[in-house]
C-alpha cells in the first residue's frame, strides 16, 4: 500500500500560481516576499531560525542554487509565455556560455547575459554594446536568467512580462580576462568589476562591466576594452539588424516567419 504522499512536481509547465508556491516554499528559508508564501510557510518558521550559520560552502551554495531563479519565474506565466520556465541545471562543462537579445519590449534594448553558476546573469543596455572604449553603455542588472533562455527567439505576448519581440543578436563562449575561470568572474560580479573576453559571432574581444554605486537597482556600465577589436568606427548595433540564429529581422520574428524550422535545427 501506497504510504508516500502525493508528490506534484511538475515544474516546466507550473501554472502561475503553483509556480509562485513553489518558489517561496523552496526561498523561505530567507527572502520570502509574498504576504501569501509567509502565511503559508508560517508553521517552518522553525526552519528559519540562525543555526544554519556554520553551513558548509556546499551546502549554502546548493541553497542558493535552489531559490537562484525565483524572480525570473515569479515574473513569469508559463502558460502564456514560451519562454523557458526557470530551472539551474547540473554543473556541466567549464566552458561558459553568453548571449545577447534584442528584445522590443516597451522600449528597446539588449538582454546582455553572461552565464555564471547555472544561471545567466542578466542586465538590459537600452543602446546595446559598442566597440568603441570611449562609450560607456548603460546596463541595468535585472533577474538571473536560466540558461536554457540562450536559444529563446520568438515574442512574448502583449501584456505578459517583457511582452513584445526577442531575437538572439548574438551569441558564443566568454571567458575571464584574466584567465582565472569562473571564480575570477565570480569575484569580479561581487566586486562589481567584471573583466571578460567575448568569443561571440558579433561582440568579440575584452569587455568589461562597472557597477555604479548608486541606490536601487544595480546600475553597470558596459564598455569596451582598448584591444586588436576595438573599433571606433564599427556601429555593430546599426550594422547587425537579423538574428545571428535564424538570420531573421525582427519583423519576420514578430510575424513569426520562417522561425521555427529554421531556429529548431540550430537548437
Ligand atoms: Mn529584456
Same mark, same amino acid.
Given at each position: 500500500m501506497a504510504t508516500t504522499r502525493k508528490r506534484t512536481v511538475k515544474r516546466p509547465v507550473a501554472k502561475k500560481t503553483s509556480a509562485v508556491e513553489t518558489d517561496a516554499r523552496k526561498s523561505a &528559508? &530567507? @527572502? !520570502? =516576499?509574498k504576504k501569501s508564501a509567509v502565511k503559508k510557510s508560517g508553521r517552518k518558521k522553525s526552519a528559519t531560525r540562525k543555526s544554519a550559520t556554520k553551513k558548509s560552502a556546499t551546502t549554502s551554495l546548493a541553497a542558493k542554487k535552489s531559490r537562484a531563479l525565483a524572480e525570473y519565474n515569479r515574473k513569469r506565466d508559463f502558460t502564456r509565455t514560451k519562454e523557458p520556465a526557470g530551472m539551474v541545471p547540473k554543473a556541466t562543462g567549464k566552458t561558459l556560455h553568453f548571449v545577447v537579445q534584442k528584445h522590443a519590449a516597451s522600449r528597446l534594448h539588449y538582454d546582455f547575459r553572461l552565464e555564471l553558476d547555472g544561471v545567466m546573469k542578466s542586465w538590459a543596455v537600452p543602446k546595446g554594446p559598442s566597440y568603441d572604449p570611449k562609450v560607456r553603455r548603460l546596463a541595468m542588472e535585472v533577474e538571473d536568467h536560466p540558461i @536554457?533562455?540562450?536559444t529563446f527567439e520568438g515574442t512574448i505576448p502583449? *501584456?505578459?512580462? *517583457?511582452g513584445g519581440t526577442v531575437m538572439l543578436w548574438d551569441r558564443g563562449t566568454y571567458e575571464a580576462e584574466d584567465g582565472g575561470g569562473a571564480a575570477s568572474l565570480r569575484r569580479g560580479y561581487e566586486k562589481g568589476d567584471l573583466k571578460f573576453v567575448l568569443h561571440g559571432t558579433r561582440l568579440r574581444g575584452a569587455w568589461v562591466l562597472v557597477r555604479m554605486n548608486r541606490p536601487g537597482r544595480a546600475q553597470w556600465l558596459l564598455i569596451k576594452h582598448r584591444d586588436a577589436t576595438a573599433d571606433p568606427d564599427l556601429d555593430v548595433t546599426e550594422e547587425e539588424t537579423t538574428s !545571428? !540564429? =535564424?538570420?531573421? =529581422?525582427m519583423d519576420e520574428i514578430a510575424a513569426g516567419r520562417g522561425g521555427a524550422k529554421v531556429w529548431r535545427s540550430n537548437r
Open positions: &528559508k &530567507k @527572502s !520570502v =516576499t @536554457s533562455y540562450n502583449a *501584456g505578459e512580462y *517583457g !545571428v !540564429v =535564424t538570420d531573421r =529581422t
